[in-house]
């Protein structure tokens, strides 16, 4: 095991007015919605129309009260109806349960770096010793988290808390108390082990978690390693840094995304499709489930990041973008350039004034490191404003050190250049909006004003930014709805007794994952080809690790285009990366200025840019955006990924913002905009969707999704179980017993809608009327029946297993069951063998040997032998006619002439 380290996170002490019920009982909330559905109001939407509040505030108190008690859902109606506890809530008299409440000020710790909230008993006071202290780090504060998203992270800090304290009681609702009694200096400390690794193949640092501290989720373990990213990138000579670097282990770092977990579950499905038996079948299962719910967790997020994106046109375009964002601004306004030409400032003065006397708010952030100056032109038309618009307009003299080219509008869209929007070149960008078919706002928009805050000069004055909907009037409409199920198909369960017949579980188990794994690929497939793409906001430290992970990731496409070059960025690591890219089949794009400073380029470099203008896909000048676009996904922003690093020599840390943007159509439309008309081959320069995104081999197309007894019966096989086995499976189906029922046949229609809707190893599974198992008295009559050539196979193998075993008697019961197909055993001859085992048989001997007397030499052999057996086992004439009958005449040809003797032999004793 590699060696691990401990990190010490400096944590903001805050106290929060906690709200406190009955962890049994309802809220006043609750108790007015018991009240209303006992009114009638039966329904989520309704409540949510009845009490104006968002419906996914609605569906965290409905679902609070049905998991306590209080509901009952009818899934046919999607309806609530109350229980008897709710009744006890609503009754009048003495024994009605009344609502106990509290209000406590609780501390409690909040990591700005994680954006989590922990208990106040995790910190302590110093750091461990021998712990790595983080610097204080400068991020959002706890009162920029959402109301609900506070709500959640102080239930949870509580629960956790509770479990050794044993306070049994639950979170009604939380707010902040007077800022007195949470200072900023008050700082307590937690930590967290994780191991650093030094990725060989990239060069990526990454302190990666050995476990997760409670309430981190993928989300704090995101900001967690792009603060680490961060202050690598930006405080390279601290001595958190020193001692950071010190520890790390050469090992690969693995990117936490759609791509790598879609490969761990291809790992795992592995012999799906072949193996009878699995070893270690339920730690397979386990693997399964965590991976699946990962993915699961991943494509939701997706799906909620999606907005409506659209590329700009350098000069024009960014022009008329910018101007249309001021028009419709209506409670305030972010500017971001590294520079602000009075030239390209001026035409916009007259709408910003005019957006100033609608009321709306005007935040400005200028110049790209510490010492920088705005031009005296643009200084003195700025503070104009802000003298004539007291209160209105944000801005500061003193410089924000951040590289963004950024303008927003409310909380509903924004536009996101390379280079700054108020200079004489702009560059090309990205305008988000919410989507076509919903008024909800972008989430990356709300991230870009929480970064603003972040950057703004000033603490205190930041607080006065705008992020929560309800600063922008939209309380209770444009709020996020939560999101539905998108899966159709839930995991298979792993009973208790499922080794009682491993090799029939497992049939339904594979199968069963092999919908899940299949419906979770279209779903990845999805993200990348749905309608609107996949829009997320990154800086600093995340934009840094996106853009190294794009770069690395590629499989078949890559584009580097930059408006600066330098040496220290074009080394022999991008050129072995780009080369190998390009030596396996990909295509490499790569545009930049000439590398200046009369250094000499690095011999691998040099070598690679000659083998890409050879290929045609070099261009050298400055490119129209600062991009990666590595196959169906880009980045887009401020940072430079061949130019300088996140600091100026002697000027500190700048600050760096874009947009990570996954979609095939966007993408290979923001690729024409940088001068690469064909991203896809043919499928780019179409205008169409784009080409599938395929992540995986073929692994999970292969596993076979029938789980029907028949192929159960044939895994037994293929796994040597034994004859006796296979027979008393294959007659139960044949028979319509046993094996057919275990199955759960279904008699009507059904769907996959819920999680409980089939019982047995598939978990939900579509029903409706089962061909598999339908009458096989009368399964002739049923050409259509996709599994009668298994019927038929097993039919004859059951019959060829009772005459090798002898058993007569069973195949001449079982032949006219099972019905006759072509080269199937005839009854007759089933019959003549009958006095082999059992007798006397009488005279339906002689008429199924008269029956035969045109068959083949063999089956008349068998009714010759049959016949004597009759004869001189169990007396009677009837063999004795039947054995006259096969050893005279036409008969009698081309029977075996020992088999003739025999049987004249005997006659000859009862004649």
Same mark, same amino acid.
């Given at each position: 095991?590699?060696?691990?380290?401990?990190v010490?996170l400096?944590?903001?002490v805050?106290?929060l007015?906690?709200e406190?019920?009955?962890?049994?009982?309802?809220s006043?909330?609750?108790?007015?919605?018991l009240?209303?559905?006992a009114g009638g109001?039966?329904?989520v939407d309704s409540?949510?129309?009845?009490?104006?509040?968002?419906?996914r505030?609605?569906?965290?108190?409905?679902h609070?009260l049905?998991?306590r008690?209080?509901l009952?859902?009818?899934?046919?109606s999607?309806?609530?109806?109350?229980?008897?506890?709710?009744?006890?809530?609503?009754?009048?008299?003495?024994?009605?349960?009344?609502v106990?409440?509290?209000?406590?000020a609780?501390?409690?710790?909040f990591?700005p770096v994680?954006?989590?909230?922990?208990?106040?008993?995790?910190?302590?006071v110093?750091a461990?010793?021998?712990?790595l202290?983080?610097?204080?780090a400068?991020?959002?504060?706890?009162?920029?988290?959402?109301?609900?998203?506070?709500?959640?992270?102080?239930r949870?800090?509580?629960a956790?808390?509770?479990?050794?304290?044993?306070?049994?009681?639950?979170?009604?609702?939380?707010?902040?108390?007077?800022?007195?009694?949470?200072p900023?200096?008050?700082v307590?400390?937690?930590t967290?082990?994780v191991?650093?690794?030094?990725?060989?193949?990239s060069?990526?640092i990454?302190?990666?978690?050995?476990?997760?501290p409670p309430?981190w =989720?993928?989300?704090?373990?995101? $900001?967690?390693q792009? *603060?680490?990213?961060?202050l /690598?990138?930006? &405080?390279? @000579?601290? #001595?958190f840094v020193?001692?950071?670097?010190?520890?790390?282990?050469?090992?690969?770092?693995?990117p936490?995304?759609?791509?790598?977990?879609?490969?761990?579950?291809?790992q795992?499905?592995e012999?799906?499709?072949?193996?009878?038996?699995?070893?270690?079948?339920?730690?397979?299962?386990?693997?399964?489930e965590?991976?699946?719910?990962?993915?699961r967790e991943?494509i939701?997020?997706?799906?909620?990041?999606?907005?409506?994106?659209?590329r700009?046109?350098p000069?024009?375009?960014?022009?008329?973008?910018?101007?249309?964002?001021?028009?419709?601004a209506?409670h305030?306004?972010?500017?971001?350039?590294?520079t602000?030409?009075?030239?390209?400032?001026n035409p916009?003065?007259p709408?910003?004034?005019?957006a100033?006397k609608? =009321?709306?708010?005007?935040?400005? $952030?200028w110049?790209? *490191?510490?010492?920088?100056? /705005?031009?005296? &032109?643009? @200084?003195? #038309?700025?503070?104009?404003?802000?003298?004539?618009?007291?209160?209105?307009?944000l801005?500061?003299k003193?410089?924000?050190?951040?590289?963004a080219?950024?303008?927003?509008?409310?909380?509903r869209a924004a536009?996101v250049g390379?280079?700054?929007?108020?200079?004489?070149?702009?560059?090309?960008g990205v305008?988000?909006?919410?989507?076509?078919d919903?008024?909800?706002?972008?989430?990356?928009?709300?991230?870009?004003?929480?970064w603003?805050?972040r950057?703004?000069?000033?603490?205190?004055?930041?607080?006065?930014?705008?992020?929560?909907?309800d600063?922008f009037?939209?309380t209770?409409?444009?709020v996020?709805?939560?999101p539905a199920?998108w899966?159709?198909?839930?995991?298979?369960?792993?009973?208790?007794?499922?080794?009682?017949d491993p090799?029939?579980?497992?049939?339904?188990?594979?199968a069963?994952w092999?919908?899940v794994l299949?419906?979770l690929?279209?779903a990845?497939n999805?993200?990348h080809?749905?309608a609107?793409?996949?829009?997320?906001?990154?800086?600093?430290?995340?934009?840094?690790?996106?853009?190294?992970r794009?770069?690395?990731?590629?499989?078949?496409?890559?584009?580097?285009?930059?408006d600066r070059?330098?040496?220290?960025?074009?080394?022999e690591?991008l050129?072995?990366?780009?080369r190998?890219?390009?030596?396996a089949g990909?295509?490499?794009?790569?545009?930049?200025?000439s590398?200046?400073?009369?250094?000499?380029?690095a011999t691998?470099?040099d070598a690679?840019?000659?083998?890409?203008?050879?290929?045609?896909?070099?261009?050298v000048?400055?490119?129209?955006?600062r991009?990666?676009?590595?196959?169906?996904?880009?980045?887009?922003?401020?940072?430079?990924p061949?130019?300088h690093?996140a600091?100026r020599?002697?000027q500190?840390?700048?600050?760096?913002?874009?947009?990570?943007?996954?979609?095939?159509?966007?993408?290979?439309?923001f690729?024409?905009?940088?001068?690469?008309?064909?991203?896809?081959?043919?499928?780019g320069?179409?205008?169409?969707?784009?080409?599938?995104?395929?992540?995986?081999a073929?692994?999970?197309a292969a596993?076979?999704?029938?789980?029907?007894p028949?192929?159960a019966?044939?895994?037994?096989?293929?796994?040597?179980?034994?004859?006796?086995?296979?027979r008393?499976?294959?007659?139960a189906?044949l028979?319509?017993?046993?094996?057919?029922?275990?199955q759960?046949?279904a008699?009507?229609?059904?769907?996959a809608?819920?999680?409980?809707?089939?019982?047995?190893?598939?978990?939900?599974?579509?029903?409706?009327?089962?061909?598999h198992?339908?009458?096989?008295?009368?399964?002739?009559?049923h050409?259509a029946?996709?599994?009668r050539?298994d019927?038929?196979?097993?039919?004859r193998w059951?019959?060829?297993?009772?005459?090798?075993?002898?058993a007569f008697m069973?195949?001449y019961?079982?032949?006219p069951?099972?019905?006759?197909?072509?080269?199937?055993?005839?009854v007759?001859?089933?019959?003549v063998?009958?006095?082999?085992?059992?007798?006397?048989?009488?005279?339906?001997?002689?008429?199924?040997?008269?029956a035969?007397?045109a068959?083949?030499?063999?089956q008349?052999t068998?009714?010759?032998?049959?016949?004597?057996?009759?004869?001189?086992l169990?007396?009677g004439?009837?063999?004795?006619?039947?054995?006259?009958?096969?050893t005279e005449g036409?008969?009698?040809?081309?029977?075996p002439?020992?088999?003739l003797?025999?049987?004249?032999?005997?006659r000859?004793c009862f004649e």
């Amino acid at each position: 095991m590699s060696e691990t380290t401990l990190v010490a996170l400096p944590c903001r002490v805050i106290t929060l007015r906690v709200e406190l019920g009955s962890e049994e009982g309802a809220s006043t909330l609750e108790e007015l919605v018991l009240a209303a559905v006992a009114g009638g109001r039966t329904t989520v939407d309704s409540l949510g129309d009845l009490f104006s509040l968002p419906r996914r505030l609605m569906l965290d108190v409905v679902h609070a009260l049905w998991s306590r008690g209080f509901l009952a859902v009818d899934f046919t109606s999607h309806t609530l109806e109350g229980t008897p506890a709710a009744e006890a809530v609503l009754g009048d008299g003495d024994g009605a349960q009344t609502v106990a409440t509290s209000v406590d000020a609780r501390k409690f710790l909040f990591d700005p770096v994680t954006e989590t909230i922990l208990p106040y008993r995790d910190g302590s006071v110093r750091a461990p010793l021998g712990a790595l202290e983080m610097p204080v780090a400068r991020g959002v504060s706890a009162e920029d988290l959402p109301q609900t998203e506070l709500l959640r992270a102080v239930r949870r800090a509580v629960a956790e808390d509770r479990r050794d304290r044993g306070v049994r009681r639950r979170v009604l609702n939380v707010s902040f108390t007077n800022p007195v009694l949470s200072p900023p200096e008050a700082v307590r400390w937690s930590t967290v082990e994780v191991v650093v690794k030094r990725d060989p193949g990239s060069g990526q640092i990454a302190a990666v978690p050995v476990e997760a501290p409670p309430g981190w =989720g993928r989300r704090g373990a995101q $900001l967690f390693q792009a *603060h680490i990213t961060h202050l /690598l990138h930006t &405080r390279p @000579e601290s #001595a958190f840094v020193k001692k950071l670097l010190n520890r790390q282990v050469p090992e690969v770092v693995r990117p936490d995304t759609l791509k790598e977990l879609i490969r761990d579950l291809e790992q795992l499905a592995e012999g799906l499709d072949e193996a009878p038996e699995l070893p270690d079948l339920p730690g397979r299962h386990h693997a399964l489930e965590i991976r699946t719910n990962q993915l699961r967790e991943q494509i939701s997020e997706a799906r909620r990041s999606r907005c409506g994106a659209q590329r700009v046109a350098p000069g024009a375009g960014v022009g008329y973008v910018v101007g249309d964002l001021i028009d419709r601004a209506e409670h305030q306004l972010v500017l971001a350039a590294p520079t602000i030409a009075y030239e390209a400032l001026n035409p916009l003065l007259p709408g910003i004034e005019e957006a100033l006397k609608r =009321g709306v708010t005007l935040v400005l $952030l200028w110049g790209d *490191h510490p010492s920088a100056k /705005l031009e005296p &032109r643009s @200084e003195t #038309a700025l503070f104009d404003l802000k003298a004539r618009y007291a209160g209105k307009v944000l801005l500061e003299k003193r410089s924000s050190s951040s590289a963004a080219s950024l303008l927003i509008c409310d909380n509903r869209a924004a536009y996101v250049g390379s280079r700054g929007f108020l200079s004489a070149e702009t560059g090309a960008g990205v305008l988000v909006e919410p989507s076509e078919d919903t008024d909800t706002p972008p989430l990356c928009v709300a991230d870009l004003l929480s970064w603003v805050r972040r950057v703004y000069p000033y603490w205190d004055t930041a607080q006065s930014i705008a992020i929560a909907p309800d600063d922008f009037g939209r309380t209770g409409r444009g709020v996020p709805a939560e999101p539905a199920r998108w899966w159709r198909w839930g995991p298979p369960e792993l009973p208790e007794g499922w080794d009682e017949d491993p090799v029939g579980f497992q049939v339904g188990w594979a199968a069963a994952w092999g919908r899940v794994l299949r419906e979770l690929v279209d779903a990845v497939n999805d993200v990348h080809r749905g309608a609107d793409p996949v829009v997320r906001a990154v800086w600093d430290g995340a934009y840094a690790e996106v853009v190294g992970r794009l770069v690395a990731s590629a499989g078949e496409r890559l584009a580097v285009t930059d408006d600066r070059a330098e040496h220290e960025a074009c080394d022999e690591t991008l050129a072995v990366r780009l080369r190998r890219l390009r030596e396996a089949g990909g295509v490499v794009h790569l545009q930049h200025p000439s590398l200046s400073g009369g250094r000499r380029t690095a011999t691998a470099y040099d070598a690679l840019l000659k083998a890409l203008k050879t290929d045609g896909t070099l261009r050298v000048g400055k490119a129209r955006a600062r991009a990666v676009l590595s196959d169906h996904e880009m980045v887009a922003g401020s940072h430079h990924p061949v130019g300088h690093g996140a600091t100026r020599p002697g000027q500190g840390a700048v600050a760096q913002v874009g947009l990570h943007i996954v979609g095939t159509s966007f993408t290979a439309d923001f690729a024409r905009e940088l001068g690469i008309p064909e991203w896809f081959g043919a499928a780019g320069d179409s205008g169409g969707p784009g080409p599938e995104y395929h992540p995986t081999a073929g692994v999970f197309a292969a596993i076979p999704l029938d789980d029907d007894p028949w192929t159960a019966l044939a895994q037994r096989e293929r796994a040597g179980r034994g004859a006796e086995e296979l027979r008393r499976y294959a007659a139960a189906l044949l028979m319509g017993q046993g094996g057919g029922e275990s199955q759960g046949d279904a008699e009507g229609p059904g769907d996959a809608e819920g999680p409980g809707d089939a019982e047995g190893p598939g978990g939900t599974e579509e029903q409706g009327t089962d061909p598999h198992h339908a009458d096989p008295l009368h399964s002739g009559s049923h050409p259509a029946d996709p599994h009668r050539s298994d019927s038929e196979r097993w039919s004859r193998w059951l019959l060829e297993d009772a005459w090798r075993r002898g058993a007569f008697m069973e195949a001449y019961l079982l032949t006219p069951l099972l019905g006759g197909g072509p080269g199937a055993l005839s009854v007759e001859l089933a019959a003549v063998a009958l006095p082999l085992e059992h007798g006397p048989f009488g005279e339906q001997l002689f008429f199924s040997t008269l029956a035969l007397e045109a068959a083949p030499p063999e089956q008349r052999t068998v009714a010759l032998a049959g016949a004597v057996a009759e004869m001189l086992l169990h007396g009677g004439d009837t063999g004795r006619l039947a054995c006259r009958h096969l050893t005279e005449g036409a008969p009698a040809a081309g029977l075996p002439t020992a088999w003739l003797e025999l049987a004249r032999a005997a006659r000859a004793c009862f004649e």
